[in-house]
């Protein structure tokens, strides 16, 4: 089951998303009732997070998406397509975005670094701030005027929590997800504040993570599909193409640390909550590595198997 939010210039409405076309959720249980004569208790509005494991009405959405898989011919006059309408993020209100950095050695050694074990090391996080940086399917990035010439991307298998937690266990910690959608963790490599500032050991490390908080930066989509549609996270797929050209072409399977080993390692130190969001790192294929960096007009499609394609372009400021 594959859920998305959209927008036909009224208000934010939930559909069952298909990679050409999406189906409205109202519309969905009211084809279903027509054809079974039974209804299907779900919430009206856009809270995907409701409908998705973990939520108030998982077992009404759950039932009314194999449904529809099943008798997809039924829902055609219902379906919508992708171009007529507006694509949202759909987890508007992630209280956090958490964010990994080298999760994938190949990316670290493509940066310089030197491939690590798992158990030699520990996730590297930091935060972006959801209500500036997450960013619809679609819609524009923003090339920032203090920092224009070093944009890159990073395609990243996103992780929606279902529940809140605290120090879960890694053998338990799958049980805790809502589902899995796609980010793109856009990045300034080369951000330098106040150019004639005096040198400290740290700035390095600042000017990173200063790099990653434009707004925009956090294009999230164009679904989320269901945890128990996808059991296992770490055999998805992954590229990433800039106007036609591949770039990032991996597997999930590459991860340092697996979805369950994030999930256990960042709930040590603090509480996961119903709508998080964690961004588990990029493989190798970033522009930096080559010097090529994002301009006005190119177009990105960052795209994970059993989730679907996320489309960007980027603008000037």
């Known amino acids: 089951m594959r859920l ?163 120090a879960v266990k890694e053998a338990d910690a799958l049980g805790y997800v809502a589902g899995y959608t796609v980010v793109n963790d856009i990045s300034d490599r080369k951000f330098r504040p106040n150019p004639g500032r005096e040198k400290r050991e740290k700035d390095s490390f600042f000017d990173w993570q200063h790099g990653k908080w434009h707004d925009t930066f956090c294009p999230v989509g164009p679904c989320v599909t269901s945890a128990h549609a996808l059991p296992d996270p770490q055999k998805l797929g992954l590229t990433l193409k800039v106007n036609g050209k591949t770039w990032q072409n991996s597997s999930t399977a590459q991860m340092i640390f697996p979805v369950a080993a994030i999930i256990e390692f960042v709930s040590a130190i603090v509480t996961l909550e119903h709508g998080d969001i964690i961004s588990t790192g990029t493989p190798s294929g970033v522009g930096n590595t080559t010097g090529t960096y994002l301009k006005p007009g190119d177009k990105m499609e960052a795209a994970i198997e059993g989730i679907g394609v996320l489309h960007s372009h980027m603008v000037s400021e």
């Open 4 to 166: 998305c939010r959209f927008t036909q210039g009224r208000d934010p409405r939930a559909g069952f998303y298909f990679d050409s076309t999406l189906v409205p959720l109202d519309a969905a249980a009211r084809l279903h009732r027509e054809h079974t004569h039974k209804d299907v208790a779900l919430p009206a509005g856009d809270d995907l997070l409701a409908l998705l494991p973990g939520g108030s009405h998982s077992a009404a959405a759950r039932e009314l998406g194999g449904w529809l898989l099943a008798n997809r011919g039924v829902a055609d006059g219902a379906a919508l397509a992708l171009d007529k309408v507006q694509l949202l993020t759909p987890i508007p209100r992630a209280p956090k975005i958490i964010l990994l950095a080298g999760n994938y050695n190949e990316h670290i050694k493509e940066g310089g670094g030197q491939a690590t074990e798992r158990a030699k090391t520990f996730p590297y996080l930091f935060q972006k701030p959801p209500t500036t940086t997450l960013n619809h399917p679609g819609a524009p990035i923003v090339i920032p005027k203090v920092s224009p010439n070093h944009v890159d991307w990073e395609c990243e298998l996103g992780v929606v929590m279902a529940k809140r937690c605290k």
